[in-house]
């Protein structure tokens, strides 16, 4: 059949980057002898005509020829086709509800999801043959073929649980469950046989323990009910049967001594042109999602589906941070970062364990353990003494100056370990941040890392300093960051970098580089009247063209000086923008002597507000503006003060139900506000019985939540030691 690929006007379809003619050759090619052309084949078939799970007209146009190959004995690869073939069913499926309808390619509409997986399940047969094909490549990729495209459910079940019989291979055994798991969810009428099926497996002392595992979660993933207080212990013993050794044993410090590193995946050497920052962020991606065990989908599954049992969950972690398989050990370590930046309580243990993965001889482990201790803020000081003592024997050991060692991995690994040590403020992380700075090696991973030891600021403002004034502002990209430097500075609060952090304004003014100019000048203006010697280079920025840029002077002007006359005028005018919200900060900043802005804050307000219950009355979409009802109403407070607390309180409280990212500033505010916040005692409580931090996986995500809570507790302390409200007279 792939001789009529030619019949088909593939020029009038499409994939993600346009016009489809090319991929004839890709379909020719996933046929070719050569195995680098077939892969480049299937490359670009998936980055196109697949792209990030989409489906388009080539794509299903594809499918007759597909679905010719697979069935062709001929056909090298056809493991890979029929894996493809699944992967655009599957894609199908999941999405037919979804999206059912969508804006097609032409800008018509179109059905194209729930075509396809009609389309997928008419061939539903074509996989009941794979999964029996002499191959095990073939079957391995068409298992899962039968729980997604089989609408007979008896026949279904039937057909899994002769697969199983059938099947040798762990991987395809493991399949078998998993697809049965998924049967049962997707058609209510194989339920009941699936459970049975699941219950019977995990059961049976007959059965090899991979797949009693297998059953046992799957279970667990299909039927939530099944889970009680015996089902992580079985699921812990059947673990240590899958283990090939006994658990590693402690020594006389209690340390644990594991007998073999992670055999992690050899990375490629970076490219020399491109910036080190940007090749360890590729380089990051690249390593998210790997699997170094073979338990660790099945793990992984198995979290899921328990959910908010977190005490379950860490007795989970804790067997596979105790396994004898480094694997096993390696990928646990991102499942219990998981776990602790996504839930609250005392994770003491699992940071512990955490730090004892910190393994000299292990470079790998001990970078994947530095850089999930690295994004746990405070709650990464149970292993502060284990990151030192890595980072010191590091420098003992290896050389003094580890962090630029020869070895990537041993390097990496120092660094991330250096990086999760200054983030607990600790000093012993200097020498190896004056290191990076003082020989430019990754030199962009420590700059994060010094502003959070202000204690140092001695040493590293000077090597800052220095690197400011090499920068050159004629680039709208430097090699090194002015920005970053800025807030460095900033953040170490030395007031000798006052005379260079001007410079840069003046510098950046100079190449009109607004992007650099506005936060440097949030920078000098963190040092306050300690930085009045530059006013002569702030305060002429008040009348810039850019209206960020003349903001952050506005701001400038007054952290350094401090005189309402000078700056309430610039705010009047800075305000005519309702979300301009460094202006309104600026207002709650200067508080009573910006009173002259209290009717155009309260203008703000109001419109929003009456906007929205316009929006609600007629049926309209509300304006989703929360961080305006924040900076507004904490401005208001600020300005105003008790005699806000009617506009002010209420407004809080409703940016923070809509809008849960806004809980930092609300409850700033809320502190500030003091007796008057009582209303907020609901929601207050609320908040701290929450358990669930979110699945937050940005950057300070953990610090964020943890001032939430500690702002909510001093709030609640407060509120609930004052005495009630007298009551109004007549009641």
């Not at 041993?410 to 020989?439: N, W, Y």
């Amino acid at each position: 059949m792939i001789n009529d690929l030619d019949r088909t006007d593939w020029a009038s379809l499409g994939h993600a980057y346009g016009a489809a003619d090319d991929v004839p050759e890709w379909l020719r090619g996933m046929v070719s002898p050569d195995p680098a052309v077939r892969e480049e084949a299937f490359g670009n078939f998936y980055s196109a005509a697949l792209h990030q799970g989409s489906v388009y007209t080539s794509t299903v146009a594809s499918l007759p020829f597909l679905f010719a190959m697979a069935d062709d004995p001929a056909t090298p690869d056809r493991g890979e086709v029929v894996a493809l073939l699944l992967s655009i069913g599957r894609e199908a499926v999941d999405a037919e509800e979804i999206y059912a309808v969508i804006c097609g390619e032409d800008g018509e509409e179109s059905t194209i999801y729930p075509d396809t997986a009609r389309l997928m399940r008419e061939h539903a047969d074509a996989f009941v043959a794979y999964a029996g094909d002499p191959d095990p490549r073939v079957r391995r990729a068409s298992i899962e073929g039968l729980g997604l495209f089989l609408d007979d459910a008896e026949r279904a079940v039937g057909l899994l649980q002769g697969r199983l019989v059938e099947e040798n291979g762990a991987v395809e055994r493991l399949l078998v469950v998993r697809t049965m798991a998924d049967l049962a969810t997707r058609l209510p009428a194989a339920a009941a046989p699936a459970r049975a099926w699941l219950d019977a497996l995990a059961d049976s002392d007959t059965t090899d323990p991979d797949t009693r595992l297998a059953a046992l979660v799957h279970r667990a993933r299909c039927a939530p009910d099944s889970i009680d207080d015996q089902t992580v212990p079985t699921a812990i013993k059947l673990l240590r049967q899958v283990a090939s050794e006994p658990r590693p044993k402690e020594d006389e410090q209690g340390e644990r001594n594991p007998s073999r590193p992670c055999a992690c995946e050899a990375e490629p050497e970076p490219d020399p042109n491109v910036p080190g920052h940007v090749a360890a962020a590729f380089a990051d991606l690249e390593r998210h999602g790997r699997i170094h065990a073979a338990t660790t989908p099945l793990l992984m599954a198995f979290h899921t589906a328990l959910g908010a049992r977190v005490e379950d969950r860490t007795a989970l972690l804790t067997e596979q941070l105790y396994s004898p398989d480094p694997g096993t050990r390696y990928d646990a370590i991102d499942m219990a970062r998981s776990l602790i930046i996504s839930w609250r309580g005392d994770h003491t243990g699992l940071v512990r364990l955490i730090g004892d993965c910190l393994l000299p001889d292990d470079s790998n482990t001990a970078a994947a353990a530095a850089e999930a201790l690295g994004s746990l803020a405070a709650l990464a000081e149970p292993a502060r003494e284990a990151l030192a003592a890595y980072v010191t024997a590091h420098r003992t050991t290896h050389r003094p100056d580890a962090w630029a060692s020869p070895h990537r991995a041993v390097r990496r690994a120092h660094q991330l370990a250096v990086v999760a040590l200054a983030g607990l403020k600790d000093e012993r992380a200097l020498p190896s941040l004056l290191v990076a700075l003082d020989t430019d090696t990754d030199s962009w991973r420590a700059m994060g890392a010094v502003g959070h030891l202000p204690q140092c600021a001695a040493e590293l403002t000077p090597r800052l300093i220095r690197r400011l004034a090499d920068v050159d502002h004629s680039r709208e990209w430097p090699d090194v960051s002015p920005v970053t430097l800025a807030c460095a500075l900033a953040k170490l609060g030395d007031p000798a970098a006052v005379p260079a952090l001007a410079e840069a304004v003046r510098a950046a003014v100079r190449h009109k580089q607004w992007r650099t100019a506005e936060p440097v000048l949030k920078a000098l203006a963190s040092f306050g009247p300690r930085a009045a010697s530059a006013l002569d280079a702030v305060r002429p920025l008040t009348d810039a063209d850019d209206v960020s840029v003349r903001t952050a002077a506005a701001g400038a002007v007054w952290e350094l000086e401090r005189r309402p006359e000078s700056v309430v005028p610039l705010l009047e005018h800075l305000l005519d923008g309702h979300r301009n919200f460094d202006a309104i900060g600026l207002a709650g900043r200067i508080g009573p002597g910006a009173a002259a802005v209290l009717p155009r804050l309260r203008q703000i307000l109001n419109v929003r507000v009456e906007q929205n219950a316009r929006n609600e009355q007629n049926g309209s979409a509300v304006l989703n503006d929360s961080w305006t009802l924040v900076h507004v109403a904490s401005a208001l407070w600020d300005i105003g003060g008790v005699s806000e607390a009617g506009t002010v309180v209420p407004a809080l409280l409703a940016a923070w139900k809509d809008n849960d990212s806004t809980a930092r500033d609300v409850v700033a505010c809320l502190n500030r506000v003091g007796p008057a916040a009582r209303p907020a005692l609901p929601q207050i409580q609320a908040a701290l019985a929450q358990p669930h931090r979110g699945d937050q996986m940005w950057s300070g995500a953990v610090a964020f939540d943890l001032e939430v809570e500690h702002t909510c507790r001093a709030i609640l302390t407060r509120l609930t030691d004052l005495p009630d409200p007298a009551p109004a007279r007549g009641e």
